[in-house]
């Protein structure tokens, strides 16, 4: 297994951004819970899916990535 500690030298992965039921972008954490917004120019992307876990955790919809 190949270790890569230069931030550089390690393969970009792609950005998304997280959708919940009603078509709402996350916009980021308020008060440690996801924040959905209509406007998605508003919304954040992501590049670790293992975030998704912790949006779906404190929510109750439904979420779904749409890759950039």
């Known amino acids: 297994m190949k270790t890569v500690l230069n931030k550089k030298l390690r393969e970009t992965e792609p950005?998304?951004?997280?959708l919940n039921g009603?078509?709402?972008v996350f916009i980021g954490l308020r008060g440690g819970y996801p924040?959905?917004?209509d406007?998605?120019?508003?919304?954040?992307?992501l590049t670790n899916p293992e975030c998704l876990r912790s949006?779906?955790?404190g929510t109750s919809s439904k979420v779904e990535i749409?890759?950039?």
């Open 39 to 45: 406007c998605w120019d508003d919304a954040k992307p």
């Open 15 to 18: 950005e998304f951004i997280v």
């Open 35 to 37: 924040e959905f917004s």
């Open 55 to 57: 949006i779906q955790y």
């Open 22 to 24: 009603y078509a709402q």
């Open 66 to 68: 749409h890759y950039l």
